[in-house]
């Protein structure tokens, strides 16, 4: 590979056609972020285009694909709002969009591709090839498949099979010199001895990625790949099989590819999908909003512009050029991904946040007995809560006091309050409360700020223990609001607590 800073081409539109894009995950194992930022980019290429997203499930590797992992992958895809034009549940000319009922087509055309002299038979050992390999290493050469069956005589071919072998589908490369210009990297160049001839079917029959893939994308006529750079080392050999079935009739024209960039993780190594901070469950569980997610997924590689990091998933799709995509590797930073959802999470009106928070207000995040919860005091407290959570699992824990019948106890939060001469200081606070107007928040400011006045403590130290007592930490929600809220019996009641207790 090389000649990674020559010029972009800009996206080959030109034609007139609408692009037709795919997103073909793999159902192994839970979704992931990468596997959500490549959706991304394929749906807002479609809808900015006004293209097609082809949505195709590559599950031809019965040992690591479940039909779990097919299920949360359609919820996640619904989930994050993503439609699609083909595919699972919606059909399509090119139906079915499941690998696994598909085999019948890779066999014809691995067939043809024999026939055709684009592959061929090869009878090698995994041993044999290993030991090869490691001669050629030795011997500071290419390492790859030296394409010891490419022309086997009937004798030898007739020998194997006496042996007992069964062989493995190859496909023939070209010796020739492969380049293309990549949508995200410019051009690529790669040399025949850098990409040996490769398997396209397992020696039980089954066909691999290297042949579906390429296949489908053909069938499905798709104008556009875009994936992530650990797919860039396949694509010289779908290119040049591309060309083959180009030659039998079977593609049309070879896809422009764009390879997005890696994401990187902790410690500036690779996100894997075993990363639990990779994890799009992790994501939902803490009270993601999509909106949010995909926002800050979009930045890993693109941006809108230099001076705005929060937009709408309709003005990404507005502006969105897949040629403008960064090849750099993107770093993943927790930090900002929340910082982005609290600015999305404040976007939405009073109503839709109440709403949105449901799930974090029931059983198995909210503590308190189902019959505890009041909607009434959910709904005047709610918008208090709205401007102060990252992320929307982090209600339950700032409206606990309103629904719990007793504070929470958090030991660290009542030694941090909790100082000497606090029992005096509640006392009054106590005293003055049970006097103020209750319907006003600022008269209960008032009678704490008068209370601490008294001990000489401003309002900031004057409301801490205050705090501690009727709620059990530190921080939270604007004080007197919640105090309001929570109304005076029970307020008080926790204030004496609080003083049984010191
Ligand atoms: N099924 C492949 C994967 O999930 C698709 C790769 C591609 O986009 O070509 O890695
Ligand atoms: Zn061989």
Same mark, same amino acid.
Request: with cysteine; hydrophobic share 40%.
């Given at each position: 590979?090389?000649?990674?800073?020559?010029?972009?081409?800009?996206?080959?539109?030109?034609? +007139?056609?609408? @692009?037709? #894009? $795919? !997103?073909?995950?793999?159902?192994?194992?839970?979704?992931?972020?990468? %596997? *959500? /930022?490549?959706?991304?980019?394929?749906?807002?290429?479609?809808?900015?285009?006004?293209?097609?997203?082809?949505?195709?499930?590559?599950?031809?590797?019965?040992?690591?694909?479940?039909?779990?992992?097919?299920?949360?992958?359609?919820?996640?895809?619904?989930?994050?709002?993503?439609?699609?034009?083909?595919?699972?549940?919606?059909?399509?000319?090119?139906?079915?969009?499941?690998?696994?009922?598909?085999?019948?087509?890779?066999?014809?055309?691995?067939?043809?591709?024999?026939?055709?002299?684009?592959?061929?038979?090869?009878?090698?050992?995994?041993?044999?090839?290993?030991?090869?390999?490691?001669?050629?290493?030795?011997?500071?050469?290419?390492?790859?498949?030296?394409?010891?069956?490419?022309?086997?005589?009937?004798?030898?071919?007739?020998?194997?099979?006496?042996? +007992?072998?069964? @062989?493995? #589908? $190859? !496909?023939?490369?070209?010796?020739?010199?492969?380049?293309?210009?990549? %949508? *995200? /990297?410019?051009?690529?160049?790669?040399?025949?001895?850098?990409?040996?001839?490769?398997?396209?079917?397992?020696?039980?029959?089954?066909?691999?990625?290297?042949?579906?893939?390429?296949?489908?994308?053909?069938?499905?006529?798709?104008?556009?790949?875009?994936?992530?750079?650990?797919?860039?080392?396949?694509?010289?050999?779908?290119?040049?099989?591309?060309?083959?079935?180009?030659?039998?009739?079977?593609?049309?024209?070879?896809?422009?590819?764009?390879?997005?960039?890696?994401?990187?993780?902790?410690?500036?190594?690779?996100?894997?999908?075993?990363?639990?901070?990779?994890?799009?469950?992790?994501?939902?569980?803490?009270?993601?909003?999509?909106?949010?997610?995909?926002?800050?997924?979009?930045?890993?590689?693109?941006?809108?512009?230099?001076?705005?990091?929060?937009?709408?998933?309709?003005?990404? #799709?507005?502006?969105?050029?897949?040629?403008?995509?960064?090849?750099?590797?993107?770093?993943?930073?927790?930090?900002?991904?929340?910082?982005?959802?609290?600015?999305?999470?404040?976007?939405?009106?009073?109503?839709?946040?109440?709403?949105?928070?449901?799930?974090?207000?029931?059983?198995?995040?909210?503590?308190?007995?189902?019959?505890?919860?009041?909607?009434?005091?959910?709904?005047?407290?709610?918008?208090?809560?709205?401007?102060?959570?990252?992320?929307?699992?982090?209600?339950?824990?700032?409206?606990?006091?309103?629904?719990?019948?007793?504070?929470?106890?958090?030991?660290?939060?009542?030694?941090?309050?909790?100082?000497?001469?606090?029992?005096?200081?509640?006392?009054?606070?106590?005293?003055?409360?049970?006097?103020?107007?209750?319907?006003?928040?600022?008269?209960?400011?008032?009678?704490?700020?008068?209370?601490?006045?008294?001990?000489?403590?401003?309002?900031?130290?004057?409301?801490?223990?205050?705090?501690?007592?009727?709620?059990?930490?530190?921080?939270?929600?604007?004080?007197?609001?919640?105090?309001?809220?929570?109304?005076?019996?029970?307020?008080?009641?926790?204030?004496?607590?609080?003083?049984?207790?010191?």
């Amino acid at each position: 590979m090389a000649n990674a800073n020559s010029p972009k081409s800009s996206t080959p539109l030109g034609q +007139g056609v609408p @692009p037709r #894009v $795919r !997103f073909c995950p793999s159902p192994t194992g839970n979704p992931h972020v990468g %596997l *959500v /930022r490549t959706a991304l980019f394929n749906w807002a290429f479609a809808r900015h285009n006004e293209g097609t997203l082809v949505f195709r499930i590559e599950d031809t590797d019965a040992a690591r694909d479940s039909e779990e992992s097919y299920d949360q992958l359609l919820d996640a895809m619904r989930w994050l709002g993503f439609d699609w034009d083909e595919g699972p549940e919606v059909g399509g000319p090119h139906t079915p969009y499941r690998q696994s009922q598909r085999m019948d087509i890779y066999k014809d055309v691995a067939q043809k591709l024999l026939d055709a002299g684009h592959a061929y038979y090869c009878y090698c050992s995994t041993e044999e090839l290993d030991a090869r390999r490691e001669a050629a290493r030795a011997a500071g050469k290419p390492s790859g498949y030296d394409g010891h069956c490419r022309d086997l005589s009937a004798e030898q071919t007739e020998a194997y099979k006496a042996e +007992g072998r069964t @062989p493995i #589908v $190859r !496909f023939r490369m070209p010796d020739e010199t492969i380049t293309f210009t990549d %949508l *995200v /990297r410019g051009e690529i160049t790669y040399l025949p001895e850098n990409v040996p001839d490769y398997g396209i079917v397992r020696a039980n029959g089954a066909p691999l990625y290297t042949l579906v893939n390429p296949v489908d994308d053909a069938l499905m006529e798709i104008t556009h790949v875009l994936r992530g750079e650990d797919l860039l080392s396949s694509t010289p050999r779908q290119i040049a099989l591309y060309k083959a079935l180009t030659e039998l009739g079977i593609a049309k024209e070879t896809p422009a590819f764009g390879h997005l960039p890696y994401v990187m993780g902790e410690g500036n190594k690779k996100l894997s999908k075993r990363d639990p901070q990779s994890s799009l469950n992790l994501y939902r569980e803490r009270g993601f909003l999509p909106e949010g997610l995909l926002n800050y997924l979009s930045l890993l590689g693109w941006s809108l512009s230099a001076d705005r990091d929060i937009f709408t998933i309709g003005e990404m #799709v507005a502006a969105f050029d897949v040629t403008d995509v960064n090849p750099n590797p993107a770093r993943f930073d927790l930090k900002k991904a929340e910082a982005i959802n609290a600015d999305h999470i404040r976007m939405l009106d009073v109503k839709e946040f109440t709403e949105r928070c449901a799930p974090w207000l029931r059983a198995p995040f909210a503590p308190w007995a189902p019959e505890d919860f009041d909607e009434s005091k959910w709904q005047a407290v709610a918008p208090h809560a709205q401007s102060r959570l990252k992320v929307l699992s982090e209600i339950t824990e700032n409206v606990d006091f309103l629904f719990l019948p007793e504070p929470v106890s958090d030991e660290a939060s009542w030694a941090k309050a909790m100082k000497e001469g606090s029992d005096a200081l509640l006392r009054t606070a106590r005293e003055k409360l049970a006097g103020a107007d209750w319907t006003d928040p600022e008269s209960l400011k008032e009678a704490v700020l008068a209370a601490g006045e008294e001990h000489g403590l401003k309002l900031g130290k004057a409301q801490a223990p205050v705090r501690v007592a009727v709620t059990g930490r530190t921080v939270g929600l604007p004080l007197f609001e919640s105090l309001e809220i929570l109304g005076k019996e029970k307020t008080l009641a926790r204030i004496d607590a609080a003083l049984a207790k010191l």
